[in-house]
């Protein structure tokens, strides 16, 4: 007796149809995109350019630490991330000229006038083992305050908020309210004996 063949699948298209769905879930699928923080880096210095120490008065700089735990400490006490957009608020505003809160200076601001601007640095340090969720949560509350300042100045001075300000509106605005953040590089506490 002849033994009866099963038939097969016809596999010629597979590798087709296999292609066309790879092309379909590419062409339709959109990719996480990283984006990085926006800060402006300072122009690198000329070859010849001396440098020189540049000195700041304690008072004007502000600390904030976070440790390896995701811990916060802003100034010299421990406080919570929803706490920290106050606390720069007050440290760069000094409504009650508090002594150990930073100086202001009158600055001459073209197309403005006077206006007196707060030299408060935000000195941003952290550890190797602070999470990026943690890390990312400062830096957000940190320009979150800025941020208000200058919605604060925008609608007392032109009664619109800042991202509704022409350009030029806008860059007197930032003479006004500074984004000073320094980040000093992180540190490995955890090894430290």
Known sequence: MAKKKTPAIN?????????LLLCYFLMTTTMGS?????????????KDQKVDDQKVNRRN??????????????GSEPIDVSQLKDKIR????????DPNLPEK???D??????????KGVISLQN????????????????????????DDFAFKNYGKPFIQLTEEQQDIAKKAIPQNISEAEPKDVA???
């Not at 700089?61 to 802003?74: H, W």
């Not at 550890?127 to 208000?148: F, P």
């Open 11 to 19: 596999s010629s298209s597979t590798a087709d149809i296999a292609f």
């Open 34 to 46: 990283q984006t990085g923080l926006s800060r402006r880096l300072p122009p690198m210095p000329e």
């Open 61 to 74: 700089i502000i600390i904030v630490k976070i440790n390896s735990a995701d811990r916060l400490l802003a």
């Open 90 to 97: 007050e440290f760069l505003t000094n409504p009650t000229n």
């Open 105 to 107: 200076e009158e600055i």
């Open 109 to 118: 601001i073209e197309g403005y006038g006077k206006y007196p601007v707060s």
């Open 127 to 150: 550890d190797r083992g602070t999470s990026y969720h943690a890390y990312i949560a400062v830096q957000n509350e940190l320009v979150k305050a800025i941020n208000e300042l200058r």
């Open 191 to 193: 090894k430290r004996r």
